[in-house]
């Protein structure tokens, strides 16, 4: 019962390197999120996802690119990594259709990534 | 525009008191829902209750026990008897029907629970 997965869970970069984060979840949710989690900002929305081959821009978009290729995966990638992307990464995701709609989401376990 | 304050950053309590953690929202929808998650220190988020707007009935779970009013836009948690274990940073959240895709978050209260 794995719910959502999220890869890697720790993950150390030097300013300018690029990554991929990946979230797997087996439970076949339209809707998926990327949020960061910073200290006093509670869970700001980076993009979220209501499909396959769909994605869409949140709060925080800058410095970040999704892709969603497969319904079950949603990639956050950071093309040059930045200091101010130091953060803990949450990956979601919820059903989204008519009389499922406006479940609650379901969390992954959370990436740490400190960019130095 | 949606909006969820939770105005109190940190509370900290000593085993076995009451405490409250406050959830004011903001909305112009009729129909929406309203969530409460709890962050324990070992990072995970987990889901506590939904409630939509068309049900103002309190409801009680064990020790925990939510106040939605309306009238005030509120959605208040309760713990009774507080226990360590009740440590955590709590998230209260907003999702306005019609099929609504992001919920809005507040910034959480961290509750400490000494023993």
């Known amino acids: 019962n794995a719910g959502v997965t999220q890869t890697p869970k720790f993950r150390v970069l030097k300013t300018g390197q690029s990554m991929t984060l990946l979230c797997a979840q087996d439970?076949?949710?339209?809707?998926m999120y990327w949020y960061r989690q910073d200290p006093g900002m509670g869970l700001r929305l980076i993009h979220y996802?209501?499909?396959?081959?769909?994605?869409a821009k949140g709060e925080v978009p800058d410095g970040y690119n999704v892709s969603r290729l497969k319904k079950q995966n949603f990639l956050l990638g950071l093309e040059s990594a930045a200091p101010s992307q130091t953060s803990v990464y949450f990956c979601?995701?919820?059903?989204?259709?008519?009389?499922?709609?406006?479940?609650?989401?379901?969390f992954g376990d959370g990436t740490r990534l400190s960019i130095l | 525009a949606q909006k969820v304050t939770q105005a109190q950053t940190e509370i900290s309590v000593v085993e076995k008191e009451d405490v409250t953690l406050d959830c004011v929202y903001e909305?112009?929808?009729?129909?929406?829902?309203l969530f409460w998650y709890k962050q324990p220190p070992s990072g995970e988020l987990v889901f506590l209750i939904r409630?939509?707007?068309?049900?103002?009935q309190n409801e009680i779970s064990g020790r925990y026990s939510w106040n939605f009013q309306k009238s005030t836009s509120s959605f208040n948690f309760t713990i009774t008897a507080s226990q360590v274990v009740d440590s955590a940073v709590y998230f209260c959240?907003?999702?306005?029907?019609?099929?609504?895709?992001?919920?809005?978050f507040g910034r959480g209260t961290s509750l400490i629970v000494h023993p």
């Open positions: 979601a995701s919820r059903s989204g259709t008519g009389m499922y709609s406006n479940q609650p989401q379901h």
């Open positions: 439970m076949n949710h339209e809707y």
């Open positions: 996802s209501v499909g396959e081959g769909t994605t």
């Open positions: 909305t112009r929808d009729t129909t929406y829902y």
């Open positions: 409630r939509n707007s068309f049900d103002e």
């Open positions: 959240a907003l999702s306005e029907g019609g099929g609504s895709y992001i919920p809005t």
